[in-house]
C-alpha cells in the first residue's frame, strides 16, 4: 500500500508537468519551448523534469499520449454499447476529436502543434489513426467506409474552428456517414 500512496504525488507532479509542456508548446512552439520554460510553468526544476523525460521530443510525445490517453477505451466502449450509429459515432468521436480539440484549440500554435505531432510522432499518430478508425469501423460496419470517415473528420479542423463549430461540423459529417452506412 505504502508505494500506491508514493506513486499519487509522482502521478500528480507528471501531469502538471505534461499540462505545463502542453501550453508551452501552443503558447511558443516546439522549436521555440525550452525545458527551462516547461521547468518555469511546471513551478519545479529542470532536473526534476530530465528525472522523469529524456529530452524536450520526450516530453512532446508524452503530452500527445496524455492527450489521448485512455480515450480509445472509452470510444470503444461506445462504439460497440447501444444505441444509433449517428448517437455512437458522434459519441465515440467526441472522446476522440472534439475533447482534445478543446485542449488544444486558441493558441498561439494550435496549428503547428499537430504539424510537429505528425513529424515527431509518426508511430504514434499512426496508432491514433489505426484506433480511430477500428472504432468507426465498429459503428459503419465497413473498413473503406470508416476509413473514409476517420480521414474527413481529420479536415474538420484545418481552420482552427471553436470547439463547438467542430462538434457542429461533425454532426453534419456523422449525419451523412450513419445515413449510408450499410
Known sequence: MPKQAAAR??????VEILDAALDCF??????KTSMDDIAKR????RPLIYLKFKNKEDVFARVFDYLIEGRIERATAVANGKGSRADRLMQAFEI???EPWG??????TTADFYEMCALHLPQVTASYTRDSVRCAEAILGDREIAEVFFFA???L???LPSQNVLRKRLRILIEQFARGAP
Open 42 to 45: 511546471a513551478r519545479v526544476s
Open 153 to 155: 473528420t481529420e479536415g
Open 96 to 98: 476522440m476529436l472534439v
Open 103 to 108: 485542449r488544444v484549440v486558441g493558441h498561439p
Open 26 to 31: 501552443l503558447t511558443f512552439g516546439f522549436a
Open 157 to 159: 479542423h484545418r481552420d
Open 9 to 14: 504525488p509522482d502521478d500528480k507532479r507528471r
